[in-house]
């Protein structure tokens, strides 16, 4: 192989290597980034919204619950309903930024990603009157340039530990809890989708159902359950394996 093939390669690997945070295994090791945060907390996060179709619903079952989360948007659906995510706002919840479409950072022109991660935190501020604070990637697939545009934006990348499988069209109250009953522990960061928007339709409505049995658990187990601001993510050594998902993502 020649330099100018070796160059590219490593220009290649420098900017999908960090897609490998997406394994449960890998994230373990970066536990900031995965969301694992104080031992007595559990952090609520729902992706892809909000919907008018169902993102009212969550915010209706969250405050019979008196429970708080942080809702990862899309820049498109946001642009379209501002007035959910007022909502979500007065409902004393907290923003955070999804991208502006649902694309994968690894099959995206370059240059795209940065710019629609600026163009959303951008819509997010003019909205609600608050600069964001987290950024999650679609498919939780970062890159190099995905990193350095949140560096620069202000934004905190974080993943998930613990996830429902709530997307698919099989999905149900009950697959829900018990895919993420091996992560339901203090720490934990969990992850659901208040929206089908990406996934199979009606799919939301596992999530939506899973939520008062999910919050009660957290509670019975003495943890407090709530957005990412209040969850103390910890930056440096890896957390204990028990803490991640076990079932392979």
Do not use: K
């Not at 907290?94 to 600026?118: C, K, Y």
């Not at 009660?216 to 204990?240: E, K, N, Q, T, Y």
């Amino acid at each position: 192989m020649n330099r100018t093939a070796l160059a590219l390669a490593g220009l290649a690997m420098l900017h999908v290597g960090p897609a490998a945070t997406w394994l449960p295994a890998v994230r373990r090791l970066l536990p900031g980034l995965a969301g694992v945060g104080a031992a007595d907390h559990v952090a609520l996060t729902f992706d892809d919204g909000p919907d008018p179709r169902s993102t009212p619903r969550f915010l209706d079952e969250l405050e019979r619950l008196g429970c708080r989360g942080t809702f990862f948007v899309l820049g498109e659906m946001l642009e379209r309903h501002p007035e959910l995510g007022l909502r979500i706002v007065a409902r004393g919840h907290e923003i955070a930024v999804h991208g502006w479409g649902h694309d994968n950072a690894l099959i995206t022109r370059p240059g795209r990603m940065a710019a629609e991660m600026s163009r959303a935190a951008e819509l997010v501020t003019a909205v609600t009157g608050a600069g964001p604070a987290w950024y999650r990637p679609p498919y939780g697939v970062l890159s190099a340039e995905i990193l350095i545009a949140a560096r620069g934006l202000g934004l905190r990348p974080v993943l998930w530990t613990a996830w429902g499988r709530d997307w698919t069209r099989s999905a149900s109250p009950a697959s829900v809890l018990d895919t993420m009953a091996p992560g339901l522990r203090g720490g934990a960061t969990l992850l659901l989708h208040d929206s089908d928007c990406t996934s199979a339709p009606g799919s939301w409505r596992s999530g939506l159902g899973a939520l008062p049995e999910l919050v009660d658990r957290c509670r019975s187990a003495g943890l407090r359950i709530g957005p990412l601001r209040d969850h103390g993510v910890l930056p440096g050594r890896p957390a204990p394996r028990e803490v991640y998902e076990t079932t392979a993502v």
